[in-house]
């Protein structure tokens, strides 16, 4: 029954990626649709992320509350209703009213069950996880280009995610049993009786401002790296535009591949020793990209990063029950996932700014000073978080 359990949280995972990508897949023809410019699709995904900021900041009471179980089943069906208003939407404004059940339902899921798996499974299968999230968010394109190339059009392609998602819902409605049935600590569906910490609370924790910075910077230069590699390319390296977009997207298989593979790995060397060796990973893709040697150095620097990326996001969240109590992980993990949303919100923008009123140049330098910030705060959690088994 257990294993059961196991097989749905995957497919889940697939489906929390699902929607990721469609927004800018799709935006070219949907501004169309609207009238409205190429810069209105940074309303709707900031909207989004607001969303996605409150829901994990609301986890802890609401997945205490409610369960783990319920929640995910929750989270999904407002994702589902949101992709389906986005099919029938006829307006921005309604496309915009739409994004915030789309958020909230992407926030509640994203926290609820990357602490399920934390507290119940392996370091594996958080690696594992978050490798078939990057199979969700990687496939979403290609249901997007198929139905923009057919009468379907974008409203198709979210019409049919939505289907996707719609089942899914169907699935962990009849199956919310079987959360009862795995490894609790809490009693049934995962509830607890202790009453949610506060924010407040929760930063007072030793080592938890140490982490909430780290994830920041962590998703800060992941998001930063995929959005400006091919213009930095482009427009700095002399790359032609195929061979940029093509770099740029590798760096996202590095990452999916890479977690794929310290999954095989992550018990035996811990979470520790993962987060030391992609940081390290990372710090010297980010210097193969802003060598001034070799363009062919850059492009590969690129999926050196992506490999350096993929074992930091799923470890520092598998570690947080050892290194904070398992009676505090919901609440300090739906900190971290609005602390990682915000990385991922305003400092890709931010960015923008540098090279417009700079240089694009300053793109490796960028992606160092993050890099830089995720070492000395690890580090610094090392230092004032106790020691466990789970640390290796």
């Not at 915009?96 to 399920?116: E, K, M, R």
């Not at 409203?155 to 089942?167: C, D, E, F, K, P």
């Amino acid at each position: 029954m257990f294993s059961l359990l196991l097989v749905i949280i995957y497919i889940a995972f697939i489906s929390l990626g699902l929607p990721d990508s469609l927004l800018g897949s799709a935006w070219p023809a949907m501004k169309d649709s609207f009238n409205v410019p190429l810069s209105f699709a940074g309303m709707v995904s900031m909207i989004i992320s607001g969303g996605t900021i409150a829901a994990s900041l609301m986890s802890d009471r609401l997945t205490r509350k409610l369960g783990t179980g319920l929640v995910t089943s929750i989270s999904v069906a407002m994702t589902a209703m949101a992709l389906l208003g986005f099919s029938l939407s006829r307006s921005f404004v309604v496309i915009c009213l739409f994004a915030v059940p789309y958020g909230l339902g992407a926030g509640a899921i994203d926290a609820a069950l990357n602490n399920y798996v934390a507290l119940h499974y392996a370091s594996r299968h958080m690696s594992w996880l978050h490798s078939f999230w990057g199979v969700g968010a990687s496939i979403s394109p290609y249901i997007m280009s198929f139905s923009l190339g057919t009468k379907l059009g974008w409203r198709g392609g979210y019409a049919t995610v939505s289907v996707i998602q719609i089942v899914l819902t169907i699935i962990l409605f009849a199956t919310l049993q079987k959360w009862k049935n795995g490894k609790m600590d809490f009693g049934d569906s995962g509830k607890t009786s202790s009453k949610p910490l506060t924010i407040t609370q929760a930063v007072k924790i030793k080592g938890v401002p140490s982490v909430l910075i780290a994830f920041f910077g962590y998703c800060a230069l992941e998001t930063t790296t995929g959005l400006w590699a091919s213009t930095y390319l482009v427009e700095y390296r002399g790359v032609d535009v195929e061979t940029a977009a093509m770099f740029a997207s590798l760096f996202y298989m590095g990452i999916t591949l890479g977690r794929f593979l310290n999954g095989f790995v992550a018990d035996k060397f811990g979470d520790r020793k993962l987060i030391r060796y992609g940081i390290a990973v990372m710090i010297v893709g980010v210097v193969m990209v802003g060598t001034p040697l070799r363009t062919e150095i850059a492009l590969v620097g690129l999926i050196v990063i992506g490999l350096g990326c993929a074992p930091i996001y799923p470890s520092i969240i598998h570690a947080t029950p050892s290194n904070f109590g398992k009676e505090n992980s919901q609440a300090i993990i739906g900190i971290q996932m609005a602390s990682a949303y915000s990385g991922t919100t305003f400092m890709p923008p931010l960015f923008g700014l540098v090279a417009s009123n700079l240089s694009i140049g300053f793109y490796p330098v960028y992606l160092a000073v993050f890099a830089l910030l995720i070492l000395i705060m690890t580090e610094s959690l090392n230092r004032t978080v106790d020691t466990t088994d789970q640390w290796g």
